[in-house]
């Protein structure tokens, strides 16, 4: 299995940036997935997860109503919308396959990673 994010990128506070997430190597639809993302000094930290077929997503938090998870199994891929955002957004984003799209338990694959950075 394979992930391989982009998308990051610098931007000002209150704007917005598309994450997408394609995976190689996956059966369509075999996995929740999910976000979490990673700032310098801090832990890891699950934003987002939705389940195989769409019908069930979960955020932190913090990102609710902002941030907006999606995926389309027929292309192998799953977004991250990110509106309003805020400099406190800024780090590492990497998406995952997930056991479950609730807790945010990651089930072993990871992406590389891509650096999101918003400026105040």
């Known amino acids: 299995v394979q992930l391989v994010e982009s998308g990051g990128g610098l931007v000002q506070a209150g704007g917005s940036l598309r994450l997408s997430c394609v995976q190689v190597?996956?059966?369509?639809?075999?996995?929740?997935m999910g976000w979490f993302r990673h700032a310098p000094g801090k832990e890891r930290e699950f934003v987002a997860g939705?389940?195989?077929?769409?019908?069930?997503?979960k955020y932190a938090d913090n990102v609710k109503g902002r941030f907006t998870i999606s995926r389309d199994n027929a292309k192998n891929t799953v977004w991250l919308q990110m509106d309003s955002l805020k400099p406190e957004d800024t780090a590492v984003y990497y998406c995952a396959t997930l056991l479950d799209y609730r807790s945010g338990a990651p089930s072993g694959a990871w992406g590389q990673g891509t650096q999101v950075t918003v400026s105040s």
């Open positions: 939705i389940t195989w077929n769409r019908v069930n997503t």
């Open positions: 190597g996956v059966t369509p639809g075999a996995y929740a």
